[in-house]
């Protein structure tokens, strides 16, 4: 059975920039979750399921590290896109950030964070199904790879289908 959408949690404390990624991922089969702070986010994340998230780095408050690092304890499957306007940002200097599945760097071009939300919600879809990466593209073999939105069709097909956790 086909999923109707990827539920996305988008955290930003930008309202403009939170809007308009929400407007554009929404015409692409992203149901956007979109909250302006980190505390919003976790009360999101345990009100509805999730399928991948991106968060601001820094915000007021409780910080995209911090957001990131209570995702990660509750919901260990789930990839996390961290996205940030602040050039002196170094993962490699963070032990934290390397539960991240990738960092961008604002101002992001549409199609290279709609690519990189495909291949975080296929990572997601392997966690979710204990699929091996020869599993996965094994399932993705029949389509165009590159089409990001075939893979994202069939990535949806996938994660609904019941008879992946029997594996």
């Not at 495909?118 to 204990?130: E, F, I, L, P």
């Amino acid at each position: 059975m086909k999923k109707k959408q990827i539920n996305l949690l988008l955290v930003d404390d930008e309202d403009a920039l939170l809007d308009s990624i929400r407007r554009r991922l929404q015409i692409r089969d992203f149901n956007v979750i979109a909250v302006n702070r980190g505390d919003k986010a976790l009360e999101a994340a345990r009100v509805q399921p999730l399928d991948v998230a991106i968060l601001d780095l820094k915000m007021p408050g409780m910080s995209g590290k911090d957001v990131l690092i209570a995702l990660k304890k509750d919901y260990p499957w789930l990839e996390v896109i961290i996205l940030t306007g602040h050039g002196s940002f170094d993962p490699e200097n963070e032990k934290e950030f390397g539960k991240a599945y990738t960092y961008l760097s604002k101002p992001c071009e549409l199609d290279t964070l709609f690519r990189t939300l495909v291949d975080a919600y296929k990572k997601t879809v392997m966690n979710r199904h204990g699929m091996t990466p020869e599993q996965m593209a094994s399932e993705l073999s029949p389509v165009d790879a590159a089409s990001s939105r075939d893979v994202l069709k069939r990535l949806m097909e996938l994660d609904g289908d019941e008879s992946l956790n029997k594996r």
